[in-house]
């Protein structure tokens, strides 16, 4: 089973700010918090993870609380190409291979 | 440009009917994994390649089989497809090693059984 919340759906004007929650309570402290979305029709794409610290790319913003037990990610400043289901996922990533368990994650709409 | 390549997009089978899907990857990536993924639901780790190394999902049917002959190439054998099996497969690869966290993902082969 997935280890994360999302919300099922969200809506943000194009041009705005994104801020997709996700809580992962359940967090253990070797496990990172990843994020994937997926374009209709298209194999999922990476965006950005973390552990402990925000981290920022080209894509997106990542903000981990300080417990870990939730984040946020940002996309801030939203185009039409970013609608898609955003996945959040928790999983340990050592040396090896990892699996991702994708949940349901969060549709996000961006409106026009 | 480095990508991962599935063959074909899109395959129509019949229900018992043998198929194989194909990977190809310019990546050089030392893991390889295949997802399922039925309509409207998340992808579904059915199994990966770590090097040579097969690793089965638990609860990853028997009908489901794969091969890896060499870094750049993945199958993925559905030996007696039935009508549940229709989805789209998506195949991804990731390089171990410290600093190593991105899954690339291919564009999915959609398969459809009759």
């Known amino acids: 089973d997935a280890k994360t919340t999302q919300p099922t759906s969200m809506d943000c004007a194009e041009g705005r700010a994104a801020n997709l929650p996700c809580n992962h309570s359940?967090?253990?402290?070797?496990?990172?918090v990843y994020w994937y979305r997926q374009i209709h029709s298209q194999g999922p794409q990476y965006i950005i993870h973390?552990?402990?610290n925000n981290e920022t790319n080209e894509m997106a913003s990542l903000i981990i609380t300080e417990d870990r037990k939730s984040s946020t990610l940002i996309l801030p400043h939203a185009t039409l190409r970013d609608t898609a289901v955003y996945y959040c996922?928790?999983?340990?990533?050592?040396?090896?291979?990892?699996?991702?368990?994708f949940g349901k994650g969060t549709k996000l709409s961006v409106i026009p | 440009d480095a990508m991962v390549i599935q063959n074909p997009r899109y395959q129509v089978t019949q229900f018992g009917k043998p198929v194989t899907l194909s990977c190809s990857q310019t990546?050089?990536?030392?893991?390889m994994y295949w997802y399922q993924q039925k309509s409207s639901q998340a992808p579904k780790l059915l199994f990966h390649?770590?090097?040579?190394?097969?690793?089965n999902e638990a609860d990853t049917p028997d009908n489901f089989q794969s091969r890896r002959p060499n870094t750049s190439f993945c199958f993925l054998d559905i030996r007696s497809p039935g009508l549940g099996d229709a989805a789209m497969y998506l195949c991804?690869?990731?390089?171990?090693?410290?600093?190593?966290?991105?899954?690339?993902f291919g564009p999915g082969t959609r398969l459809t059984v009759t």
């Open positions: 973390g552990l402990k």
């Open positions: 990546l050089n990536h030392n893991v």
């Open positions: 996922i928790v999983n340990y990533s050592g040396a090896g291979s990892y699996q991702l368990t």
């Open positions: 991804a690869t990731s390089k171990s090693g410290l600093g190593s966290y991105e899954q690339y």
């Open positions: 359940t967090i253990s402290g070797n496990e990172y």
């Open positions: 390649y770590y090097d040579k190394d097969f690793n």
